[in-house]
């Protein structure tokens, strides 16, 4: 039986973090009213260190055997005290701990030499170590073992005997003794990692090199949302994308699967392609002429409108400002599950663009753009701040109603009573959202500086002779004020003050009802859409 031998540092108990009812509000702190903490990842090990402890004092074990126990039930210490109790012994053999008896009467056997179980050499029994079984090793071969290990990934934290069929679980100290240097720093590393992804209160986050993990209180029994303090935003539960107000993961993963089959391709066709107006084949258009001809009805239209064309006098029989509904062709569309999964997608593509760039306004706005728009009204950040509350509610009701789309696709086939409601308020919130963000993208222009000229709208500057070149100077660009420095017109001040305050008040009541309407939305949806409640 393995000695015990002095643990890491990390195995200090750490009140501050943990306490009986779990993890402490100074982790918490700054997410206490999310419901989940950012855990970064030197804290990890601390915390699931003093999860052992309280585990040893409750079971009444060693630390060794705590720590088996809680590996062997996910860190589910309820879980594990109440196995535990119920049978000892079948909690002591599932978690790979030996019977203390047995142990007791194979101790009392000594004999002058003993033979290593791998490399079969002699040595004194003292020279040899167990995992807690009969079974006895040299400590070369520990060593060799130990370091072997490493290359199975997160397994190792879950090492057992070297002897074949010996399910006796080789404790972290036995390890730490047998590792170098080197090989310790990614043992515990394994630990921390292992420790995050089989503890259902915990998910890493799936930010580029970020590693910080997240802990919820209690364990969330619907899709959750949550943000990392890398920025990163992720599902807790499947650790995809945010899909709320979509309750299912399975829907979600569903409709990810298929944009990832046959997304790229879709994505390439609307870009570059239209549809045959008579049996809607995609068409490349591959020349400059407008007259299109389909290969396979043989119909000629005008690639700008659809519409039909005059092959005699070789022109568009149709204004292209104008657009007839063919029923028929929208009836036969409908039935083609391909047409049906472009119409979900193109939509979802289109919203998920749009989030993107609310996100980017946040940003642009946050860094000087509401201080510029403070000093321009003399006002104070308070009467301002109604600008990134709009902006910061479509970009989430962009991905809200992005992940409507995918939810009407998976969910809503052949149900026409609730595809007709979910249409009928998903429209609702979706005029909702395009009224405001028209207000904050292009009505609240007039209040803001000049955008600068875009380089492409500028005329080229003429290149000169080559004879002329070293007789031409150089003429200095001319002077563009800083958007800094821009001021209202002192003419007209007071008017843009006036129109700023009605403005200030038609988007905050916009922002109101648009977020009504989203809660609304997210509601219907999760009580099944005049059905029962799904959560």
Partial sequence: MLTDSDCS?????????????????????GTRGKGYAIVEAKNVLPIRNALIDRAAELLGVTVEEAQAVLSHYSWNLENAATRW???VAKARESSGLCDPNAHATASGETTDALTCGICFDDFESHELTSAGCAHKFCSECWTGYAASKLSDGLSVVDTRCPMSKCSIKVSEDAMRRFLKDDELKKFEMFLMKAFVEQNDKFQPCVGLDCECAVSFESVPTDPVAVECTCGTCFCFTCQQEPHDPVHSCEVAKTWLDKVAAEGEN???VLANTKPCPNCKRPILKNG????????QCHTSFCWLCLGPWDTKHYVCLKRCNRYKADKDSKQQRAKDAR??????FERFKAHAAAGKKATDDVERFKSNMLLILMNLQRTSAQQV??????LKQVAR????LKWTYAFAYVELGDDKSKKEFFEYIQGDMEACLEKLSRMIESDIKPFLPPEPEPEDDKPPTPTPPKKQKKSVQKIPPPIIP???DYEYPQEEQERLEMEFAQYRAQVTDCTVVLGRSCNSLCNEMANDLLGTSKI
């Fill in 288 to 295: 400059g002429c407008m007259h299109m001809y389909c290969s």
């Fill in 85 to 87: 109790f119920e049978n």
């Fill in 339 to 344: 047409i049906r999964f472009v119409h979900y």
């Fill in 9 to 29: 540092d990390d195995y200090e108990a750490h009140d501050a973090l943990v306490t009986d009812e779990g993890l402490s509000d100074s982790v918490f702190e």
């Fill in 397 to 400: 009701c962009r991905r809200i």
């Fill in 482 to 484: 800083k958007v800094e």
């Fill in 385 to 390: 701040s109604f600008v990134m509350d709009a």
């Fill in 266 to 268: 879709v994505s390439w």
